[in-house]
């Protein structure tokens, strides 16, 4: 056996065991969700006795799952759709205009990375700013926590887009923005995709800021489902791994969907010598 294969097996080994890692807990939480409160309670890898499909029913119907999932939509897409505009569009300027103000501004995107997020401030300024407890005041916060990261990332893309489409462009007339939105965004795809599903779990996930700038249970997202439930069933896992499907599914759908635009490479050959 030479050392060529061992490497592959080596790299076979090490995906397997990647799956397990990574598909066991999906296995064991749409198992335990199919199964009666009595066995759900053991909480074991073993197939249901009895397929319960109605504990699906059951969760979406007492818990009115509609609501939330909307809420999660609005919040996650709103979210994502402002960031996405804002980083891209930051990101070509600090990239293509190399002078000391977007010099500072890159720095200080690497500072908000660093920078914890601090609760009572932004309950405070939310408060000041009479967008307490509303969407607007959530979205706000959701953005600008989600700017630096997204920005640094598109830069890093931005830097590797040869500068020569910018040129020809500037030769047929066009200006910055036309330039932007016409030759470089459209070239974004692979950063776009990455970003949008990452923002968008992320969003779509979060508890901690729903719980703080959110009191109103309407206005509560999908995460908040799974904590009211664990309230009111605390020992009946099946309902609350029921809960959590409806949770997962829309992030494997959007990464189902979004995943053929994962790719590098979109730019090479752009520009032919």
């Known amino acids: 056996m030479t050392l060529k294969s061992i490497g592959k097996i080596f790299i076979y080994v090490a995906i397997a065991l ?3 890692i990574y598909l066991l807990p999906i296995y064991f939480i749409v ?25 699906y029913r059951k969760v979406f ?5 509609l609501r939330p999932l909307a809420n999660g939509a609005f919040i996650s897409l709103t979210v994502v759709g402002i960031t996405m505009l804002l980083s891209s569009v930051t990101a070509f300027v600090i990239q293509r205009r190399k002078s000391g103000f977007s010099t500072f501004m890159y720095k200080y995107l690497l ?5 914890p997020f601090s609760i009572i401030p932004a309950i405070k300024l939310l408060q000041v700013m009479h967008l307490m ?6 979205i706000l ?3 600008a926590c989600a700017l630096p990261f997204n920005t640094l990332l598109f830069a890093g893309f931005i830097k590797g887009i040869p500068k020569d489409l910018d040129e020809a462009g500037i030769i047929d007339g066009a200006k910055p923005i036309r330039l932007f939105f016409q030759i470089i965004f459209p070239l974004l795809k692979p950063a776009i995709a990455t ?10 996930n979060d508890f901690q800021n729903v719980l703080y700038f959110l009191p109103d249970s309407k206005k509560w997202t999908m995460p908040m489902t799974i904590y009211d439930f664990q309230g009111l069933h605390t020992n009946d896992y099946s309902l609350v791994f029921a809960d959590m499907i409806f949770l997962l599914l829309p992030v494997i759908i959007i990464f189902l969907l979004a995943q053929k ?3 590098t490479g979109m730019v090479a050959g752009a520009i032919k010598g």
């Open 18 to 20: 990647l799956l397990v």
């Open 31 to 55: 198992i335990t969700s199919l199964k009666s409160t009595s066995e759900a309670s053991v909480l074991s890898l073993s197939l249901p006795k009895e397929w319960i499909f109605d504990n």
């Open 111 to 115: 500072a908000g990375l660093i920078a």
């Open 261 to 263: 635009y994962i790719v």
């Open 133 to 138: 407890g509303t969407y607007t005041g959530l």
């Open 195 to 204: 970003n949008f599903i990452l923002l968008f779990t992320s969003i779509w």
């Open 141 to 143: 916060i959701d953005v």
């Open 61 to 65: 119907v007492e818990g009115n799952l």
